[in-house]
Every structure is written in structure tokens, then in C-alpha cells.
């Protein structure tokens, strides 16, 4: 398969220079890469911007409801284990109306590929702040700015006992794809954040760390099992200092890359991962690629293995003996 | 067994066992109807019980009530009114008396009548009886708490144990009452406690107790004596409401050869459904216990995308929170049934009352033009066959369908003949074909106006669908105007056409009477009685009975139109007299509503039918 065997043949109506094009991009690489076929994907979406994406894929699609996009995927996947269910959704969709959703689908563990794209926008209702605005954001529903705090997707995911969660700039189509194969391959709910551009209502909101003369400063590419380093030399790493992450740089105080940190992604303890992913510009580099990944049992799996295990013992092995099972009595 | 100095000869009976919402008066009704069932006589229950676990003891809103209605002829409700009350305390006696038939007979735990109990219950004076005034019914006064703790106090268990098997002392004296063997309960005592022979045995040891007592007693109580009902060969069990649609759903996949899945959330009364169905592991059952309403139907229109039959139970509120999603069903045109056991409403309401007040719901309650199937169960049984046939017809016609049943319906119990399956129709899937060059995701049998159904996995077919509208000829999003008026149509059409393949409705009763009543779904059991029984008493009146609400079935007009007055009886404000005045505005109907949470009684129908008969 090439990617573009899993283009439709529907024109793509995202506005020029928005960032869904390129996770689209990403999307199709990673699915050519991972040598799947067309018929045995299942991509389901609920509704926003990012949501249309079905429609460009040349594969199984449901454009589903708002918000309920990862509820109609955890039927599908729970229904026929053997596809592969990518679900699309956005920062209102699975973080706002989805919420509830969002969390119980991540809390069963149901084998689902989740990318988050988090623009911190409404974009297809025309610019109102989303759940992942910044206090004070200013738009057409807040136009004093909000009052309120915005949730960051990956404390939700950990919190709701997440055990995958990544996060990708979307232009970055490499290293995106690279992070999508391995949210593919992670049995069990994998959730992959985007920090996507909204071209038209929130442009460059990610500006400050996405933008390619200050990215390798202000973001870090996480590895499992390498050390925590960044910079465009390369020379500036993480460290713990008591209970806190702290930044330092090769040379200076006799750093050197011993004391540097190796990012174990595969750690059961959610205290590293939450301050990883909790790391903010300007006083911490942005943490990007997969933050966690940990191996847990799988709903799907689970529900398959116990269908098979009481089926094997059962007396009751047909409609038939249901009914004749237990209380009956004859009338002759 | 002891001479009985006074036996009462009856063609059917009715039996109420009430009593705090703890005291297993549930259990006990189940025991005595299962018995009666067995022995022959054809049965009719309804449990009728608050909504709290444990409502505050000793008082009338924690009253817990089991109703059996048995006969040697058919039976068709519960009972209106009760030969047999068992009060285990003055709150039940004072709920129920109001609802005794003249000359009945009362048990009454006369140990409960303590002074705190009767203020509990409301009663002024210290005696209920007269009180209630029920003196000149046959009442057994009886100390069973005492008599319950002398059967029991060498057995070794602790008061609240005893206290607690109270109830199958009352059962026991109420078997003597009827006449009836120990044995079905017996058995059912060993295998319940099976790993607890003190409790097998104390449990054992208070029923036969009780039925001795009834021996002691005789002298001045009357027994009763209910021949066995002529009854059609074949092996019975006995089935609810809730537990018949999850067995015509598991039928409906055997029969469709689909795997079959249930999404839901846990609502009152509705739950039962989903409890039995995730105990059906043995037949391949896939059980989602969603996080919310919404979570129940997405999963299953997710699992109808796969190929699954997909089906989501809830009652009135839940059908509210998922009125969006059904709409996605009815765009995408995919196969879902939703069940819906309807309750008191609005909002909470009455949640474990009956009612019939979702009927608009159901029909019109979404978005847009959103047509849907809606069928109505009418008996706790024939919840089995509606729940079968709205799943074949959500198969076959590639739509949600939307099966109506009730609190009353799904809570009530009768006798039920096995069904050979062998004789029951086959659900014929309308796959979509591989090799069809022209296959596009709207594609449609030309008959039914269904589209057929392409499930993921299936090389070539690869589609997309949705919640928004579709090109007619290619599936494509279309915003086209033109494209959106035929797409409208054509999904009402196909509802529609559903008529050519159910069953025409039928006329019960004199064909030449000038009074028609009518009815749909939960009602049925009162309505046919009532009817009957004044046929029989000489009145010129008929009904006609709703199953398939949506669509009708096609002589509803020709049929209705032969009456010059018709009556249309439902558990809401008129519902669907204004349905049918929508569809048939030439039709003149009269209404006769209830809306009290409880069925409608004979005698209240028999009353309006007779007042109506005169005008």
C-alpha cells in the first residue's frame, strides 16, 4: 500500500493552510507504513473541523455526532476486534461535549487510536473558546477574555488512568508519523495530541514553541530510553531537582550528560509522565513524542477471552436450551 | 391434611402479598405464582414496589406489594381488586384496603400492630381493622413474628435471621389457604441456599409451620379451591416483561445469524434487560455498560456500523439523552432497536410506575424529519415477539426501530408456551454484494427502499457515512436542496412501507357493535377483559388493539371508520387518540385517560364502557 491508496476521492475542504491537512498527511503515511489494508480500517470522527476527516480517507468512515465519536468507535472496535479503529475528534468535541466520553473510553482501555487535534479554538462554530483556551483568551464567547482554567488533554488521559499518550506538533509529519505507528502498535487506548493550527481563528496559537527558528529550544522530542535532551546544539537537558524538573545545560556547573534524565515511557507510575507532560513554555520545554506507554490489560481482548471461557464450560449452548433451562413444567 | 370446615369455590382468584419494603414479599409472590403456574392454573403478576431500597419502615410509602392473579380459566391482568390480601404490617393493610374485594380475606401480621407501627401507618385508633373497615371481611389475625420465632428458636440463628424468614411463614399459611403442595418452594429453598443448610432447613421448617397453622386455624377460616385452567399442551415456564424481550432479541440472533449487542446504562425499569443479557455470555452476547445514556446508543449504532445487531434499552429519560443519536441511526440508515420500558414521566417521575406517556416520544422526539418504526408489546410474553420482530424489521429495513413496552409489562409475569423456533421466521440480512459493480453506499432495494449493509472488513466495499446529508446516487456529503427533499422522503417512505409486511389489525368482540374501543400496547390485558366481560354480559362493543404504531397497520382507517363512536383508552393525556386524529382527521375518537402510575382497572373501564354505551 502507498499512502495515497488511502486518499478518497473526495476534495479535502479545509481552509488553506490548516493544519488538518497535514495530520491527514501523517495519518496516511502511518497507516502505508504499518502496511495495513484498506478494508480493515475503521476511522470514526464526531463533529468540528478535524471531524471531516473520514471523508478524505479512502477506508471505512463514520462521521458521526458531537462528542460521541469515541463511544460509536469503542462499539465498532468492541463489536469487530479484528479492525483497526482510528478515532478523530478535537479539543470541544472529546475534552467539552465529549468529556465524559473522552474519560470512560480511556479508563476501559479499549484498543483505539485517539488523535486529539487541540487548536484551543472552536473553528467550525467561527471562533469561541474551547476547553483548552488560556485563561483570559479573548474571542467572539469571551470577549473580555475567560474566567476560567483550561484543561491540558494529557493530565485528563493520566488522570482517567491512561496508559498511551503522545503529542506531536502537526506540521512536523516525521516525527508524527513516527509517533502514530507507535500509538498503532500500543495495544490498548492510545491517545496522540496534536497541537494544530487554526489558520482562521486562532492562528499561531502554538506559535511560541511551534514556529521552526525557536522549536528545537522550546520543545523537547521525547524517546524511550533516551536522555531527556533539546536544543538546537543539543546541549540542554532535564534533571530532577528535589521533587521538580529543572532544566540545565551540558558544561555548565559541571553538568554532564550522566546526570541528565532517560525518559522511561514505559514506567507504571504516572508521577514522571504527569510532569513531563505538564511541562509549559517559557519555563519548560514543551514535551513532545510519546510520553507514556504502558502495557495493560485490553477491553476488547478482555471481552473476547471471556465470551470464549464461559462459552467453553456453558451448558446453554443455543437458543434452544435457554428456554428449556431451569423452571419448566409440562402440560399434557 | 386437615379437614377444611369451609372451602370457597372459584374460578380465579387474586392474591396480594404487601408488606415492608425488606420483608421479601417480592420473593414471596414469585414462590406462590411459580407454584400455581405449576399446578396448572394460568397466572398474571405484578409487582408493585417503591422506588427507595428501604423506604422508612413501618410506613405506607415503603409498602412493597406482589400481586397474583391465578384461574382455572385465562387470565389476562393481575387483578383489579384482591380476594387474598397478606398485610405484614399496618402500613400494608392500610395501603391495600381500599383495594380489597367485598367478603376477601385478610392475613394480618397482628404483631406489627404495635402502637409505633399503626401511628407509622396513620391509623388513629389501636384497631386497623376496624379502622379500615374491613370488619365484615374474613380476617386471620395472626402473630406470625411470633410464631415464626417459636418455629425457629432452636435452630441456633440469630433475630434478624428469624425475623427474616417471616415470610415464608406467611407463604406457607397462604399454600394451606389454596391448597397447595410445598414441594416447587422447597426445591427452590435448597438450591437458592445450597451452600447454607441451617438456612435450607430454618426456611423449611417456617413454611411447613405455616401451612400447619392454616390445619390449627381452619376452623374459622375459609380455604379456597381454584381448579386447574384447560391449557394447551406443551412445556411452560413462567417469564416477565424484561426478561421476554431479552429472550426475542437473543432469538431475533440466532434466527439473523448477526452477534448480538446491547449497549445500555442501568435505569429503572428498564434494567432488568440489560442484567440479562450480560449473563447471556454462554450465547455470545457482547454487553457494553456504558458510562451514560448517550455512551448506550453510540456504542451500539457503532457495533449496527460493524454488523452486529445492535440494541440499546432504556426508559423515558434515557430515551430523551439519546433522541440525537437515533437521529444519526435514521440518517445513516442503519439497523438499531431501542427498547424503551416506559415509566411515569416527566423528567424522574414515577420510575417504577407504569404509564404510557412516551408514545410522542418515541414517534416525533428528535431533529428534523427522523422517522422510525415504533411497535408496542401488549402482555408480558408477547414483549418476546415484539422484541423479535423489532429486531427483524430493524434488519431487514435498515432503520431504528423503537419497541414501546412498560413498567407494568416488564415487572408483570406470566405463564409462557416454549416456542419452536423451527416455525419462526428467518431475519434475511440484506448484505450488500462485493461482486455488485454498481454498489454504492445508497443503493437501495427497489421494494423496501432499504439500503444494504456494507460492514467494515469487507474488501471493495470500503464507504463512508454519516450525520449529514448524502448524495442519493453516491453517498456523498450533498448539500444539494433538491437532493435533501428526496432523501427526506425516501426515509419516510421506507418506514412506510414497512405496512406491506405486518400484520393487519384485528377486531376483538362483536363486529356489529357501534362502540369501538381502542387501545395500544400495555393496556391490552384490561382492555380485552373488560370488553369480554361485557359481551358476555350482553353489550354490543369491540376493540381494537395497537402493536404497530408506526406504521399503522393499512385497514386502520377502513377499520375504525365502520364506528360510530369510538373510545381510545391509554395511560397518558391522549397521546395516541390525537396520533390517530393526526393520521385520520374524518375520525371522531373520544378519549379515556389515566395517568396515576397503575394500570387501568376492569372495573373502571367497564364503568366508562357502560356510561358510554347509555349516552
Known amino acids: 500500500m502507498k499512502f495515497t491508496d488511502f486518499k478518497s476521492d473526495q476534495s479535502v475542504k479545509w481552509c488553506p493552510g490548516c493544519g488538518d491537512h497535514a495530520i491527514l498527511n501523517s495519518v496516511q503515511k502511518a497507516m502505508a507504513s504499518l502496511g495495513y489494508k484498506k478494508e480493515e480500517v475503521a476511522v470514526i470522527s464526531g463533529i468540528g473541523c478535524s471531524s471531516r476527516f473520514p471523508y478524505y480517507m479512502e477506508t471505512y468512515g463514520f462521521h458521526t455526532i458531537h462528542g460521541r465519536g469515541l463511544a460509536v468507535a469503542s462499539g465498532v472496535k468492541v463489536a469487530n476486534p479484528r479492525l483497526q479503529v482510528w478515532q478523530i475528534t478535537g479539543d470541544g468535541d472529546a475534552l467539552a461535549i465529549g468529556g465524559n466520553h473522552f474519560i470512560h473510553g480511556i479508563r476501559r482501555n479499549i484498543d483505539l487510536n485517539v488523535i486529539l487535534f487541540n487548536n484551543q479554538i472552536y473553528g467550525l462554530t467561527k471562533g469561541q473558546y474551547s476547553p483548552t483556551s488560556k485563561r483570559g483568551f479573548i474571542s467572539k464567547t469571551s470577549p473580555f477574555g475567560t474566567v476560567e482554567s483550561p484543561f491540558r488533554p494529557a493530565e485528563l488521559c493520566i488522570g482517567a488512568r491512561g496508559h498511551f499518550f503522545a503529542r506531536c506538533i502537526d506540521t512536523d509529519i516525521k516525527h508524527s508519523v513516527g509517533v502514530l505507528e507507535e500509538a498503532a502498535l500500543h495495544k490498548g487506548t492510545s491517545i496522540v495530541e496534536m497541537l494544530q493550527n487554526c489558520v482562521i481563528y486562532n492562528d499561531k496559537t502554538h506559535n511560541a514553541i511551534t514556529d521552526k527558528a525557536h522549536s528545537q529550544d522550546r520543545t523537547i522530542k521525547l524517546e524511550h530510553g533516551k536522555p531527556m535532551l533539546f536544543g538546537k546544539e543539543r546541549n540542554k537537558g532535564l534533571v530532577l531537582d528535589g521533587l521538580q524538573l529543572k532544566v540545565v545545560t551540558l558544561g555548565e556547573n559541571g553538568v554532564t550528560e550522566s546526570d541528565i534524565l532517560v525518559h522511561d515511557a514505559h514506567c507504571e507510575d504516572i508521577s514522571m509522565h504527569l510532569k513531563l507532560a505538564d511541562m509549559e513554555y517559557p519555563d519548560y520545554p514543551v514535551a513532545l513524542g510519546v510520553i507514556r506507554s504502558v502495557k495493560a490489560p485490553v477491553y476488547d481482548q478482555c471481552v473476547e477471552e471471556q465470551l470464549a471461557a464461559v462459552q467453553e464450560k456453558a451448558n446453554i449452548k443455543s437458543f434452544n436450551d435457554l428456554i428449556n433451562a431451569g423452571d419448566v413444567w409440562d402440560v399434557k | ?615
Open chain 2, 1 to 615: 391434611m386437615g379437614k377444611r370446615s369451609k372451602v370457597i369455590e372459584r374460578d380465579e382468584v387474586v392474591v396480594r402479598f404487601s408488606g415492608d419494603s425488606g420483608d421479601g414479599m417480592q420473593l414471596t409472590g414469585t414462590l406462590f405464582s411459580y407454584t400455581s403456574a405449576i399446578f396448572g392454573n394460568d397466572i398474571s403478576t405484578f409487582p408493585d414496589y417503591p422506588s427507595e431500597i428501604r423506604a422508612p419502615q413501618g410506613t405506607i410509602s415503603g409498602v412493597s406489594g406482589f400481586q397474583v392473579h391465578f384461574g382455572h380459566t385465562e387470565v389476562f391482568t393481575p387483578g383489579d381488586y384482591c380476594d387474598v390480601l397478606v398485610a405484614m404490617n399496618p402500613a400494608a393493610l392500610k395501603a391495600n384496603a381500599k383495594w380489597m374485594k367485598p367478603g376477601g380475606t385478610v392475613v394480618l401480621d397482628v404483631d406489627s400492630c404495635d402502637d409505633k407501627n399503626l401511628r407509622k401507618a396513620g391509623y388513629e385508633t389501636d384497631d386497623p381493622i376496624v379502622e379500615s373497615k374491613l370488619s365484615s371481611y374474613n380476617i386471620v389475625k395472626a402473630p406470625i413474628t411470633t410464631l415464626t420465632k417459636e418455629s425457629l428458636k432452636d435452630m441456633g440463628l440469630d433475630n434478624k435471621s428469624i425475623l427474616r424468614s417471616k415470610n415464608m411463614y406467611a407463604l406457607g399459611l397462604v399454600y394451606w389457604l389454596f391448597d397447595r403442595p410445598l414441594d416447587h418452594t422447597k426445591e427452590y429453598i435448597k438450591k437458592k441456599f445450597a451452600k447454607k443448610q441451617l438456612v435450607v432447613d430454618a426456611n423449611i421448617k417456617v413454611l411447613e409451620d405455616g401451612y400447619n397453622y392454616g390445619n390449627i386455624i381452619q376452623a374459622m377460616t375459609p380455604s379456597y379451591h381454584i381448579s386447574p385452567a384447560e391449557i394447551k399442551k406443551g412445556r411452560y415456564r413462567n417469564l416477565s416483561g424484561n426478561v421476554a424481550t431479552a429472550w426475542g432479541l437473543l432469538a431475533a440472533a440466532e434466527k439473523s445469524g448477526l452477534e448480538l449487542f446491547l449497549g445500555s446504562y442501568p435505569i429503572t425499569p428498564a434494567t432488568e434487560i440489560l442484567q440479562e443479557l450480560s449473563a447471556r455470555k454462554d450465547l455470545g452476547v457482547k454487553v457494553f455498560q456504558a458510562e451514560d445514556e448517550i455512551a448506550g446508543i453510540c456504542t451500539s449504532i457503532g457495533a449496527s456500523f460493524a454488523g452486529n445487531l445492535a440494541v440499546t434499552t432504556t426508559s423515558g429519560p434515557g430515551l430523551a439523552l439519546k433522541g440525537e443519536a437515533i437521529g444519526l441511526a435514521v440518517i445513516a440508515e442503519l439497523p438499531l432497536v431501542i427498547v424503551n420500558v416506559q415509566r411515569g414521566g416527566p423528567s424522574t417521575g414515577l420510575p417504577t410506575k407504569t404509564e404510557q406517556s412516551d408514545l410522542m416520544q418515541a414517534l416525533y422526539g428528535r431533529n428534523g424529519e427522523s422517522p422510525a418504526i415504533v411497535v408496542a408489546a401488549s402482555s408480558p410474553i408477547n414483549c418476546f415477539d415484539y422484541a423479535f420482530y423489532a429486531a427483524k424489521l430493524a434488519v431487514e429495513h435498515m432503520t431504528p426501530v423503537i419497541l414501546l413496552t412498560d413498567g407494568f409489562l416488564a415487572n408483570g409475569t406470566q405463564p409462557w408456551r416454549l416456542p419452536d423456533m423451527d416455525e419462526w421466521p428467518v431475519i434475511n440480512v440484506p448484505k450488500a454484494d462485493v461482486n455488485d459493480k454498481d454498489w454504492h453506499p445508497y443503493k437501495r432495494d427497489i421494494e423496501k427502499l432499504s439500503r444494504y449493509w456494507a460492514t467494515p472488513g469487507t474488501p471493495g466495499l470500503e464507504h463512508r457515512i454519516g450525520g449529514l446529508e448524502k448524495n442519493e446516487h453516491s453517498g456523498a456529503v450533498s448539500h444539494d436542496a433538491m437532493n435533501h427533499q428526496r432523501m427526506v422522503e425516501i426515509r419516510e417512505d421506507k418506514v412506510q412501507r414497512v405496512a406491506n409486511v405486518i400484520p393487519e389489525l384485528e377486531l376483538l368482540g362483536d363486529e356489529a357493535a357501534d362502540t369501538l374501543v381502542v387501545g395500544w400496547g400495555g393496556t391490552f390485558g384490561h382492555l380485552f377483559t373488560a370488553v369480554d366481560e361485557m359481551i358476555t354480559e350482553g353489550h354490543k362493543i369491540a376493540l381494537a388493539h395497537f402493536n404497530y404504531i408506526k406504521p399503522l397497520p393499512r385497514n386502520t382507517h377502513e377499520l375504525l371508520k365502520r364506528y360510530k363512536k369510538i373510545v381510545v383508552c391509554e395511560l397518558n393525556m391522549g397521546q395516541f387518540a390525537d396520533y390517530l386524529t393526526m393520521n385520520f382527521p374524518d375520525i371522531q375518537t373520544q378519549r379515556f385517560n389515566k395517568v396515576q402510575g397503575q394500570p387501568f382497572t376492569v372495573v373502571e373501564l367497564k364503568e366508562h364502557f357502560k356510561t358510554l354505551l347509555e349516552e
